[in-house]
């Protein structure tokens, strides 16, 4: 589909990614832009319309879905990553808080504006994804079993939608400079580049984003996945400082 003249909405348009997706929009012509954050005054992007949206209210959710009526690209960029264990973190809080925004709030988007992207042509769906989609790592393990579950969705939501003409692309990403990133200093990408490749993909209509060589690497190995990727990570966690001795 093409960007130029869509109506697009964007989750989490108020800082990092989303801001930049919301612009990357404004940039490539699209007719309007809504910018979707659980406190509207923080959208300050030039051209974006705020609305108030915490994707975790599915009430909200549908309101906001009849209020856009005229919506043909949804951007599910919104999350949270809290940094848990699965074992050594003291309550499942956090895991749930992540599966709450990451899943459920995503999958609550995409069921609330499927009837909107039918009537406007079928449109297109675009979920901001992870590398931890594709395996587990230990400092963001919950973050990644969330991740995962919205993989799995996306893949589903695709299958579901396609008679409706809507395009599913998933984004998987590394690393990416914004806040959620700010506490490790590894190679990241930029959000711009993220932005760019994932528009790039709807106008192609390309179903998967890899934005990166360790994401590349990473989905390359899946097969593998338990001679290649997890005997790697459990020498590391093995050899990491324990605490409290
Ligand atoms: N940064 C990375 O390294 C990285 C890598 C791969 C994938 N991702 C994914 O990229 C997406 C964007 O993340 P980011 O890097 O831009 O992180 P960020 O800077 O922490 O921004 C997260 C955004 O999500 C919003 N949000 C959180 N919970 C929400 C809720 N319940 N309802 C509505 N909005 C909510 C936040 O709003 P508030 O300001 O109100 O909190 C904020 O706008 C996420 O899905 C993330 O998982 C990030």
């Not at 995503?106 to 609330?112: A, D, E, F, H, K």
Request: charged share 20%; hydrophobic share 45%.
């Amino acid at each position: 589909m093409r960007i130029d003249g869509s109506v697009a909405l964007v989750t989490g348009a108020n800082r990092g990614l989303g801001q930049v997706f919301a612009r990357e929009l404004v940039g490539r012509g699209a007719a309007r832009v809504y910018g979707a954050a659980r406190h509207p005054d923080a959208v300050t992007e030039p051209g974006v319309i705020p609305v108030a949206l915490d994707i975790t209210d599915v009430d909200r959710v549908a309101q906001v879905a009849q209020q856009c009526v005229d919506v043909s690209l949804l951007v599910n960029n919104a999350g949270v990553l809290k940094y848990s264990t699965f074992i050594s973190t003291p309550s499942l809080d956090a895991a749930r808080a992540e599966m709450e925004v990451n899943y459920f709030g995503t999958l609550s988007m995409c069921r609330g504006f499927a009837p909107v992207l039918a009537a406007n042509g079928g449109g297109a769906i675009v979920n901001i994804l992870s590398v931890t989609s594709f395996y587990t790592n230990l400092i963001d393990a919950s973050y990644g079993a969330s991740k995962a579950a919205e993989w799995s969705l996306t893949n589903g939501v695709r299958l579901e939608l396609h008679h409706q003409g809507t395009l599913v692309v998933a984004v998987h990403a590394s690393f990416i400079d914004t806040e959620m990133a700010a506490l490790t200093n590894a190679p990241k990408d930029s959000p711009e580049s993220v932005a760019r490749l994932a528009f790039d993909a709807v106008e192609a209509g390309q179903v998967e984003v890899l934005a990166d060589e360790r994401t590349r690497t990473i989905k390359a190995q899946l097969s593998r996945d338990q001679e290649l990727i997890y005997p790697p990570l459990q020498k590391f966690w093995d050899d990491a400082p324990k605490g409290g001795s």
